[in-house]
């Protein structure tokens, strides 16, 4: 996923990086010359799709846990008053749009979703191995993308420079 706007340009989404390239920046310099071989051009039938920053970031959606095999969310979730008499939980998850630049895209973003569903406070979704981050992860699908994605780019905001300089401490 990449920030549309600034110096990234709708004509760059045919671009997808590759390998090494794909490599986090931490703000050192990248010889481009480097990375040649490290992207492929993607097809014109395979068209970009488009989700308003606004719509996607911040989202908050309710999911389902089973609990009944964790001893620890179950006791979280009686905590909360969130436990159901079939031993599912009802909890909700917030999605984050995050800028992470990589070592030949600066305009690329994740999209992560933090949930609370331990004792051990929130947590972030990374990858659909568990039951329960499948169903996280179906629900921020089926209710917030597949509601605001578009084959339309229905607005492209300069970004001053201000705002895309990469900042260290």
């Known amino acids: 996923m990449n920030l549309l706007g600034g110096n990234f340009v709708k004509d760059d989404i045919k671009f997808r990086t590759r390998h090494d390239g794909n490599d986090d920046w931490e703000g050192e310099p ?32 309710p999911y389902q846990m089973d609990v009944s095999g964790n001893k620890e969310a179950k006791k979280f979730a009686q905590a909360c008053g969130k436990l159901m008499a079939n031993n ?41 191995k568990s039951t329960w981050q499948k169903e996280v992860c179906s629900s921020v699908l089926g209710q917030i993308l597949v509601v605001e994605a578009s084959p339309i780019l229905r607005l492209n905001s300069n970004i001053t420079k201000q705002y895309y300089y990469k900042l260290f401490a």
Do not use: C, Q
Request: hydrophobic share 35%; glycine share 2%.
């Open 30 to 61: 990248v010889l481009l010359s480097e990375y040649n071989n490290l992207y492929e051009v993607l097809a014109e039938d395979n068209p970009p799709i488009y989700f308003g920053l606004s719509r996607i970031h911040n989202r908050t959606v």
């Open 88 to 128: 599912r939980s009802d909890l909700m998850a917030t999605t984050v749009v995050k800028h992470a630049p990589t070592k030949m895209n600066y305009w690329h973003v994740i999209l992560d979703i933090k949930t609370t569903n331990t004792s051990e406070g929130e947590r972030s979704v990374r990858a659909a």
